[in-house]
């Protein structure tokens, strides 16, 4: 399989160079070459399939080859090992027709994990193979750094530095990075906020030349192997429900865009969907380019949904690819004209994506209204980017007959400012997590200045 860019001009890659490699030199994102094709009766064989076998069959044409099949079934096998739950995603049923996705029993109870135990254990084995070591480098706010963490710690190959803004992320997220004891973490704490720690991650990205030739590797959402790993869970729950012999419909929490997608690849294998309903929450790029094409940006709002909270959608640039028949000039034109005004998508790029997306935007209050609704209909308590999720699929579930699968891309637990912001006393974290608050801590705190932080990673990479 080779993966070629989305502006066009970048060289096309293969699969081991494109998981190495972050965004293209163009600017752009790889996506694959060609849409692999899941027949009738390939889904209809993953019916009873543990999630790891339907895993390596999704899977394995993007891999194209690059690594055997014994080989790929054993890193696809461990990483998935690392769920607490033997089902890995379980589907919980809230009424007749409506469906939860659990996304969030991985390491760091949220949805990030399904990829990130998978993109660490890939990198591994690449590296390992090219007698190479690699630096990741990254900016969190919350939920990524964790997941990175956790999907990096057992990697012989890498080193990971995850900055995060000194005194501004909750405490159940700090200690979630900061008691990963293992020697190649190195949490980092600036005095400054997140987007000082984000611009010196690209700023070190830009000119790796600190980094004396090693390579530096990027794990967010445009890495390919995330949106590939993702995939996998709609074809899981699908199957479950009974496809290919019914469609099913997604509701997906969305901010940048990866999670969806991996949906929209699902269904451009051959997975009977319906519709994808696109859930956001006041930071809303997405339903206003949906519902009113209107493609703008706007000035970051804080929610109680923190992980949903973005100002530029970066994966939807996948999607528009798609939307724009592949024509990789027209992207990069369209984007261009969006860094600087606001801009509109072309009439038949638009329209195509109405024929199986839907969209839906949920304010902070509605949050905390459809955490109590839910509750009291179901008995379950959602977080707070699930409950975007779960608003948004009864306002646009279209076809009732059609099995809805809400994507809960949070454990409660996690978010609990929210539920106790909704009335609840909170929620306990899961037993594997209940003495996070004991936990030894190790993290250093840096000025938020680009040669302090380099000096920082050159010194300490292993
Ligand atoms: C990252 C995240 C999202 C958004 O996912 P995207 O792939 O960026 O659309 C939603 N909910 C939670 C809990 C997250 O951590």
Avoid at 61 to 68: K, Q
Avoid at 247 to 257: D, G, I, L, Q, R
Avoid at 340 to 357: H, I, M, Q, V
């Amino acid at each position: 399989m080779r993966y070629i860019s989305t502006r066009g001009q970048a060289p096309a890659l293969s699969f081991e160079e494109v998981v190495l490699t972050g965004m293209a030199s163009d600017g752009g994102l790889y996506v694959p070459e060609t849409v692999p094709q899941l027949s009738y009766e390939e889904l209809a064989d993953m019916a009873g399939c543990s999630y790891a076998e339907i895993a390596f069959r999704v899977m394995k044409p993007y891999v194209g080859g690059e690594i055997d099949d014994e080989t790929f079934r054993g890193i696809v096998r461990d990483a998935y090992r690392t769920f607490s739950h033997d089902a890995v995603v379980p589907l919980n049923q809230l009424d007749a027709n409506h469906y939860l996705l659990e996304l969030f029993h991985g390491p760091t109870l949220a949805f990030k994990d399904v990829a990130l135990q998978l993109l660490g254990r890939l990198l591994d084995h690449f590296l390992a193979k090219r007698g190479e070591r690699a630096v990741i480098m990254g900016a969190t706010s919350g939920d990524t750094g964790s997941a990175a963490i956790e999907g990096c710690r057992h990697c012989d190959n890498l080193d990971i530095f995850i900055l995060h803004p000194h005194e501004r992320v909750s405490e159940v997220q700090r200690r979630q990075m900061t008691s990963v004891l293992a020697d190649n973490v190195f949490n980092i704490a600036i005095e400054g906020n997140f987007d000082d720690a984000q611009a010196m991650v690209k700023a070190s990205f830009a000119d790796q030349s600190f980094l004396n030739g090693t390579r530096l590797v990027a794990v967010n959402s445009i890495n390919w192997a995330r949106i590939m790993a993702q995939i996998v869970y709609y074809v899981a729950s699908a199957v479950a429900l009974g496809a290919p012999h019914r469609k099913v419909s997604f509701c997906v929490p969305s901010a940048n865009f990866g999670n969806v997608f991996a949906g929209y690849m699902a269904y451009r294998m051959g997975l009977p969907v319906e519709r994808f309903v696109i859930a956001t929450n006041a930071n809303d790029i997405l339903h206003r380019t949906l519902a009113d094409n209107d493609f703008s940006k706007r000035d970051l709002v804080a929610t109680l949904a923190p992980s949903m909270d973005i100002v530029v959608s970066s994966n939807f640039e996948r999607l528009l690819f798609e939307a724009y028949q592949r024509d990789g000039k027209a992207v990069a034109e369209l984007l261009e004209r969006f860094q600087d005004e606001p801009t509109a998508l072309a009439e038949a790029p638009l329209s195509r994506l109405r024929e199986c997306f839907a969209s839906h935007s949920v304010d902070d209050a509605t949050i905390l209204e459809v955490i109590r609704e839910a509750h009291q209909r179901t008995q379950e308590i959602l977080d707070p980017h699930t409950a975007t999720g779960y608003r948004a699929a009864e306002r646009e579930r279209g076809d009732e007959s059609v099995p809805m699968i809400t994507l809960a891309t949070a454990h409660p637990a996690k978010f609990a400012e929210a539920v106790v912001k909704a009335g609840f006393p909170g929620v306990p974290l899961p037993p594997h997590m209940e003495d996070l608050l004991e936990r030894e801590e190790r993290y250093t705190v840096l000025p938020a200045e680009l040669s302090a932080v380099q000096a920082f990673v050159a010194e300490n990479r292993r």
